[in-house]
């Protein structure tokens, strides 16, 4: 069978064939494979599951009952695993004839995912939850080898910070399954909550599951017969759960359930509000490992995955450094710090895991704290080049950077976008699709890619969450906006080799995906307009030509400035406007179902030198008498270090006068800067210096600062915000 590359080839008279990830190899033939009435599904005996799983979608969306044949290769659609004819593990080839469509492949994987394929041939409908009546079942003739260039295509899921109940798991399971994503990274454990039952510790779900009084609880566990109903179900789907019990930080709910854990023993409550706990598993306790061993039994008893991960991350060791318990184990050791403490712990789990023949992960701290004797296999999350850390050790790495992969954080920084993390820059589409990754081997020390999806927003307090008496589940179509379309790209990422992508096919093929996404009920980022052209007339004016991703939508936009609705006029041809913000333009498919606008952010070029616009005032915004302005620096402040506010008025002839400045960490005060100042337009800006000392990652930051115009309100102005040291 002859094969080439896919390269936005496509038989002709035929439509686009839009597969994500994109397959090795294709070709496609003329003609069409039709769906009979009557479909037989033929499958070897070790395929039943597969076979089980296409039965039931076709007659979900088709209404066509498919018959199952076990052990024959006759039918409409077969399935076969020829180890021979399809050597590598995950790979599988799929022939579409005018006949009939068959995947052979090596696994059982590898039929899941040829199958996959097959469905991304068939209309979108296919996906739907009901019957569609109207809809002509058909699908291109092709020939397909295809095989995953990594071995780990993961992403990781918080339910520790916010808890998501099964079903949404499985739900996210199934949207992994379609786009070959393999290894769902579990994070069960956190400050926040406790998701697994442990039966010899019940006080862990009991306890550290909960938070918040009564009437406003927050939380939620698995019982071990959901966590085997979610390995099972994913099973069939070709993911692997990896379970996440975090140690020596991020385990405060475990301490509230069970204080002496701790190097203090004192007690606490499971926090309603994201913060990193400087309380740690008391290292130096017999009790403490004693717990570790029968938590992490029990975890290996109940997950057949290869892998424990035990997290390792931000722990801040000063209770360690003040605990007799802990010093007294130092000077056992001979350990001269006490973050050479988290070494030995990982040690000690590594050593467990050996004997059941399972591999440890975590973050890159576990390999970055101490010399770890066995070889385990770090999430690189900092930095990309952390992974040269992993090289010089002689452990392995699986890229996760922060910069690409976390999709928690917003795509971009445009009114409207929703709450999201706000530590780093934005991630587009188009930078998690450009991850660099180096190709993979044997010998490598990277064996793959995986997103990560925090939760933390959820307990900042304004996000809003499900109310279960109204069967809602709003926090669940949130955690979806941020994924999608993004895990497309990390599915991409992970799939094939970096030589082969190309953002613009790829950016067409997202486009016939969203119909995908809504048959499956799934929510998604939809992006908004896109401008073609740009052109800068004679009287100074601008003409944009702009497009749209999103297959059959609209464009409606506004020419004022103002923010557009479905009701706005509609695009037809080129636009003209005075001024590039005059234009707001948004992608509209339906009534309910529409893009942000596309904006162009202000200009603050000539204020470079003083960093980042965080703040402007208006006159309608100037009180006569002392008052707070209040306004949010989360990613602003970036860490720790000094850092400068300047105050600069800009137009008006009155004067403002400014007081104390107060920097917040959730509802911490972290620095105080009094002042009593009077500023015009005109004058030198006023700069208020201040230090930050206990930065944490993912937790909000604000600033008061006492601004009013005693004289009048005719004034207007911005407020910057750099780092200065």
């Not at 597969?19 to 190899?25: C, G, S, V, Y």
């Not at 928690?408 to 699709?433: H, M, N, R, V």
């Amino acid at each position: 069978m002859a094969f080439f590359c896919l390269t936005n080839i496509y038989a002709q008279d035929t439509a686009p064939v839009s597969i994500i990830p994109q397959p090795l190899k294709m070709e496609t033939k003329t003609g069409e494979f039709l769906l009979p009435e009557k479909v037989v599904i033929a499958y070897d005996s070790q395929l039943k599951a597969q076979a089980e799983y296409l039965q039931e979608v076709l007659a979900r969306s088709t209404g066509r009952v498919a018959v199952l044949k076990e052990g024959k290769d006759k039918g409409n659609i077969v399935l076969l695993r020829d180890t021979v004819a399809v050597p590598v593990a995950e790979a599988y080839t799929l022939s579409v004839t005018k006949k009939c469509a068959k995947v052979v492949a090596a696994d059982a994987n590898g039929a899941f995912y040829g199958i996959q394929t097959l469905l991304q041939l068939f209309p979108a409908e296919v996906y739907s939850v009901s019957w569609q009546r109207n809809t002509e079942w058909k699908a291109p003739c092709v020939e397909i080898y295809d095989a995953p260039e990594r071995p780990w295509r993961g992403l990781m899921m918080d339910v520790a910070r916010y808890f998501y109940d099964k079903e949404f798991i499985k739900k996210t399971i199934d949207m992994m399954g379609m786009y070959k994503l393999n290894k769902l990274q579990f994070h069960l454990i956190d400050d926040s909550g406790w998701r697994l039952e442990i039966k010899k510790y019940p006080r862990l779900t009991e306890v550290g599951a909960w938070a918040g009084p009564d009437t406003r609880r927050l939380g939620g566990y698995y019982t071990q017969d959901d966590i085997r109903e979610m390995i099972a179900y994913a099973k069939v789907r070709g993911v692997e759960l990896v379970p996440e019990i975090e140690f020596p930080a991020h385990i405060l709910s475990a301490v509230v359930a069970y204080p002496w854990l701790s190097c203090t023993g004192v007690q606490h409550e499971v926090p309603t509000q994201h913060f990193i706990s400087r309380d740690l598993l008391c290292a130096g306790k017999e009790t403490s490992i004693e717990f570790l061993h029968n938590v992490l039994e029990e975890t290996c008893d109940l997950f057949p995955s290869a892998y424990i991960n035990i997290g390792g991350d931000e722990a801040v060791y000063t209770r360690w450094e003040k605990c007799p318990d802990c010093q007294a184990l130092m000077k056992r050791e001979g350990l001269k710090k006490a973050s050479d403490l988290q070494g030995y712990l990982t040690n000690v789990v590594a050593e467990m895991m050996k004997k059941k023949g399972r591999t440890l992960i975590g973050w890159d701290e576990i390999i970055q704290r101490g010399k770890v004797n066995e070889q385990v296999v770090a999430l690189s999350w900092h930095n990309p080049n952390d992974t040269l850390v992993a090289t010089k050790t002689g452990h392995k790495a699986i890229l996760t950077p922060a910069s690409h992969m976390y999709l928690d954080f917003p795509e971009k920084s445009i009114p409207g976008e929703i709450q999201a993390a706000t530590w780093c820059p934005p991630i587009s589409l188009e930078k998690c699709y450009s991850m660099p990754i180096n190709d993979y081997s044997e010998s490598s020390t990277t064996i793959g890619v995986q997103a990560c999806y925090w939760s933390d927003q959820f307990i900042h307090g304004n996000a809003l969450q499900e109310f279960a008496p109204l069967h809602e589940n709003r926090s669940e179509n949130y955690a979806e906006y941020l994924l999608f379309p993004r895990l497309m790209a990390v599915s991409e990422v992970a799939w094939m080799k970096q030589s082969k992508r190309n953002w613009e096919d790829f950016r067409q093929r997202v486009g016939a995906h969203f119909a995908r996404l809504d048959n499956k009920g799934c929510h998604y980022r939809m992006p908004e307009p896109r401008i073609v052209r740009e052109e800068k007339n004679a009287d100074g004016s601008i003409t944009f030509t702009l497009t749209t991703d999103v297959p059959g939508a609209e464009i409606r936009y506004t020419t004022n400035g103002r923010y557009p609705n479905v009701h706005s006029a509609k695009y037809t041809a080129p636009i003209t406007v005075a001024n590039r913000e005059d234009l707001r333009a948004i992608a509209v498919v339906s009534t309910n179902r529409y893009s942000l606008p596309l904006y162009f952010a202000p200009d603050y070029s000539a204020y470079k030198a003083y960093g980042q616009h965080v703040f402007g005032w208006e006159p309608l915004r100037i009180q006569p008498k002392p008052s707070n302005w209040r306004f949010e620096v989360t990613g602003k402040v970036s860490g720790n270090g000094a850092y400068e506010l300047t105050v600069i008025p800009t137009r008006g002839d009155n004067s403002v006068c400014l007081g104390t400045m107060k920097l917040w960490k959730r509802n911490e005060l972290m620095a105080e800067v009094k002042a009593d100042k009077t500023v015009k337009a005109g004058q030198q800006p006023v700069a208020y210096r201040f230090t930050m000392e206990a930065f944490e990652a993912g937790t909000p930051f604000h600033i008061e600062l006492e601004g009013y115009a005693p004289q009048g309100n005719d004034t207007s102005g911005m407020i910057f915000l750099r780092k200065v040291e």
